[in-house]
């Protein structure tokens, strides 16, 4: 029989209503999954992230096969397996005889360029949807963007408040403000109580793939082990829901806080769900804004949640778009220094380093300020170069795809498109780290000595830094003050930074 639609489903598109499903037709249409070594490999993924991918996949397309969908899975060790979308589409047109392909975009340049090849190559008309999991389209970005001398997220946010309705009050804002980070930056004390996120305990499938991941790649970075992944929608949506019940009310306040030790603090825990399809991010808004008009959780916390999705992560979506290709090869501060090997081992002396690296090997997550903070801001104090950094982050964490990793990487967390995504460079002595966690109370390092070989490195880091890239930043109006304070520095002192930095620098 001839089918009429090839219909793909991608590893990040397990929604039911993702639009290649929304636009096919059950009765006549093969929907098609593939897993290949291409994607898994193309970096080196943590070994949980696609154990999570292939599990979630596996247990998406019984859910569609239960809803009447005729589906066609490729398996990893199918014999014949090309272990690639190309190739995998191309045998199933050839299985199947089917007259046309129905895709959802993808999230990465690299596989739409592949995409844009296949109806000449397949010689069939290969239509390729929009992903209207997103608030904004391309087509409006674009708009917003055009003619506008700085793309700042605030501005954008609010045009997605008002697009979306969310936590407003006809044209203002709930609440008579935008935005009430002001109020998200408290530290959080040792003793504080914190309610872990909704673990999901792994099921026969995801034992299977665990297992195949560490046979197929057993050189990948990260434990398989503890696996606390949902692998479905609903329980996701139980993730969710203990997350607007627990967590939520102090989302807000903590937002900012590190501690020794907690891995997800008042994080949701939600961006692998979100990303790979499992989670809606609207309806997660939505249910986030009901909490705040219910009573349960402050408008801090409200407001500071609904910002990341409906604000960064569809303003960072839309800067990937609007400047790919040539955005993946920014280095403004043109910097070149190797990845320190133990961003892959943990093996520092630098406490905070250590926390964040550790985690990530053993959850393939850790929260934002780690993130951006941490592992990041060393990363671009030290000179890393931007390319390697982006690739450790696309490669250790289960929410990354780069269409989201990449410009909060070179954009947000190295400076490295030299301000388009964000306005000053996140860079931080040690000072920052000791205010915001209670790391460096157990640390090898002294915090509190700014040079020699017992100071905190991150403190001469960061003025050598600044130093070294006072050409392309001292004309940066939020970094005056800053520059103001080095000018005035004795030339000794400025010199001991130099050194102590120069020392440090040495032994990466
Ligand atoms: P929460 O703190 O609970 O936030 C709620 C939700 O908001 C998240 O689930 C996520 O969907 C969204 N969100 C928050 N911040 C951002 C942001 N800056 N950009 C986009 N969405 C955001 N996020 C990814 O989803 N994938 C990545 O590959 C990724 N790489 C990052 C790399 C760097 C260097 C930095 C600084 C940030 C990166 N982020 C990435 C953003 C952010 O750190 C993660 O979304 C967040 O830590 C996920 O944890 P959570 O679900 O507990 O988030
Ligand atoms: C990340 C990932 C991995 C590890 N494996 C697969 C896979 O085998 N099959 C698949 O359809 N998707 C996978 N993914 C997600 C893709 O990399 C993702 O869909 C593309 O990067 C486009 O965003
Ligand atoms: Fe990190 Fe410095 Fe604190 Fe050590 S002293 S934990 S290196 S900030």
């Known amino acids: 029989m001839t089918t009429e639609s090839l219909v793909l489903v991608l590893g990040d598109q397990l929604s039911e209503t993702v639009s290649s499903l929304k636009a096919a037709n059950r009765s006549t249409d093969v929907v098609l999954l593939v897993e290949v070594n291409e994607e898994a490999t193309y970096v080196r993924h943590h070994k949980k992230k696609i ?15 239960r809803f009447g969908w005729t589906v066609d899975y490729v398996e990893l060790t199918a014999p014949g397996n090309s272990h690639s979308f190309t190739g995998e589409v191309e045998r199933a047109i050839a299985r199947h005889r089917c007259t046309r392909l129905l895709v959802t975009e993808p999230g990465e340049w690299r596989v739409r360029q592949a995409m844009d090849s296949w109806q000449v190559r397949l010689g069939l008309p290969v239509e390729i949807l929009e992903d209207d ?8 970005f674009e708009k917003w963007a055009i003619g ?19 936590l407003m009050d006809g044209d203002s804002p709930v609440g008579g403000r935008w935005n009430f980070d002001s109020e998200n930056r408290k530290p959080a004390a040792d003793d504080l109580f914190i309610p872990s996120p909704h673990f999901v305990q792994p099921d026969e499938v995801t034992r299977e793939m665990m297992d195949l991941v560490g046979r197929a790649f057993p050189d990948h ?42 891995h997800f603090l008042y994080h949701s825990f939600l961006s692998a769900y979100i990303n790979a399809g499992l989670l809606d991010p609207l309806d997660v808004c939505r249910r986030v804004e009901q909490a705040y008009f219910d009573g349960t959780a ?30 993946a090869d920014s280095n ?59 690739e450790w982050y696309l490669v250790v964490y289960a929410d ?57 490195p991150f403190n001469a880091l960061y003025w050598d830094f600044l130093d070294r890239n006072g050409a392309v930043l001292r004309g940066n109006p939020r970094l005056g003050q800053i520059y103001r304070v080095w000018d005035r520095m004795k030339v000794e002192t400025q010199e001991l930074y130099r050194a102590s930095a120069a020392r440090f620098l040495e032994t990466l």
């Open 51 to 65: 154990a999570f991918i292939f599990s979630a996949m596996r247990h998406f397309a019984d859910l569609l096969r």
């Open 133 to 140: 999991r997103f608030v904004c389209t391309h087509a409006e």
């Open 148 to 166: 506008r001398k700085r793309l700042r997220m605030e501005y954008f946010y609010r045009e997605m408040r008002r697009k979306t309705g969310l």
């Open 221 to 262: 970075f990260g434990d398989l082990e503890p696996f606390r992944f949902a692998v479905t929608a609903e329980k996701a949506e139980a993730a969710l829901e203990h997350f607007i019940r627990e967590t939520l009310p102090s989302f807000g306040d903590y937002q900012d806080a590190m501690l020794r030790g907690q």
């Open 298 to 327: 402050p408008l801090n916390a409200v407001e500071g949640f609904i910002r990341q999705i409906i604000g960064w992560r569809e303003f960072v979506r839309g800067i990937y778009w609007l400047k790919m290709p040539d955005y």
């Open 332 to 390: 403004f501060f043109d910097t070149h220094r190797a990845l320190p090997d133990f961003y892959w081992t943990g093996e520092t002396d630098m406490d905070c380093l250590r926390e964040a690296i550790l985690q990530t090997k053993q959850e393939a997550y850790a929260h934002h300020i780690q993130r951006l903070m941490v592992t990041g801001n060393f990363a671009m104090l030290a000179g890393v170069d931007p390319q390697k950094i982006h």
């Open 400 to 456: 990354a795809y780069e269409w989201v990793e990449l410009p909060n990487t070179l954009g947000m967390s190295q400076f490295a498109d030299g301000g388009l995504l964000g306005s000053k460079p996140y860079a931080a002595s040690g000072n920052y780290i000791n205010k915001m966690s209670n790391y460096c109370s157990a640390c090898r390092y002294d915090v509190k000595q700014k040079t020699g070989p017992e100071a905190c």
